[in-house]
């Protein structure tokens, strides 16, 4: 089974994407399922795991009604209010709708960058590894070494790394990257998701832009350890489906086939899915 392991949906007459202005141009208007489905057909793509784009749980409830009515959509990464005095309780509200199968604090948009320390924010972690949640992390290279502590802490806790925490790849400046990232890769319950990186590259990437990220995370994490996602639509940005998954494809040739199909659908099944109880074919 082949899943891309993040993709966002977007309405935006709900009005509580804040960050989603007309600067954004290729991206500023409704993307709906309907528009994603050709991308998954021409992509052989058989299921998805939906992303949160807003730090509001009512985004968290439009996104499980959606997936609640398409069987493409296996599970749901969503929000809840971190900073909340009832954070635990919402946590275990939320963990009854099955197809949610983790949490995700947008970290980057955080002004604290110590906020991933806040001791307040344990009984959470440990309510999500209750439920089998996963915490994908939304973070910049600047929060990897604050995340490594975290995941040093929570050892119960399954954690995703989103879009490699997004290398500077305009600059080529990721030697600290490379440095962070063999660091957190060393703990065994964090995983890598091969997405976004496109967009750091910027619209006129070629493949040479991109693989010295894919190939550091790959030798730090493994094939066992990475999961492709497309990250659409913030990926029209800078190129297209059909492009970014074409250049994945070209990235990891090398790699064996049960590597390749791990990748690309095996692990998100294992990470997201399994632990909640979900099916994994």
């Given at each position: ?134 915490f994908d ?41 490379r440095r ?75 790699l064996s ?25």
């Amino acid at each position: 089974m082949r899943i891309d392991a993040h993709h966002h949906l977007w309405t935006l007459a709900r009005g509580d994407y804040g960050w989603l202005t007309p600067a954004f141009a290729p991206i500023y208007r409704d993307f709906t399922l309907a528009d994603l489905t050709p991308h998954l057909g021409a992509g052989r793509i058989d299921g998805t795991i939906l992303v949160q784009a807003a730090p509001t749980e009512a985004e968290t409830l439009f996104m499980l009604e959606t997936a609640e009515r398409a069987d493409v959509v296996r599970g749901v990464v969503g929000w809840t209010d971190f900073d909340a005095a009832d954070g635990a309780a919402r946590i275990d509200a939320m963990a009854a709708r099955k197809l949610l199968v983790g949490l995700r604090p947008m970290v980057q948009d955080i002004p604290d960058d110590d906020w991933l320390l806040r001791p307040a924010l344990a009984p959470l972690l440990r309510a999500m590894a209750g439920h089998g949640l996963v915490f994908d992390a939304l973070a910049l290279p600047r929060h990897l070494s604050r995340l490594l502590r975290v995941v040093d802490r929570h050892g119960e806790l399954q954690f995703v790394l989103d879009h490699c925490a997004k290398p500077h790849l305009k600059t080529g400046d990721i030697a600290d990257w490379r440095r962070d990232i063999a660091e957190v890769a060393a703990r065994d319950n964090i995983v890598c998701k091969l997405s976004g990186l496109v967009t750091e590259a910027g619209p006129d990437w070629q493949l040479a832009h991109l693989r010295p990220a894919v190939d550091h995370v790959l030798e730090c994490f493994g094939p066992q350890r990475l999961l492709w996602g497309s990250d659409w639509p913030v990926l029209n940005l800078a190129g297209d489906y059909e492009r970014w998954l074409e250049a994945s494809e070209t990235l990891l040739a090398d790699l064996s086939a049960d590597e390749k199909a791990a990748i690309f659908g095996g692990n998100a099944a294992r990470i997201y899915l399994a632990k909640r109880g979900r099916s994994v074919s």
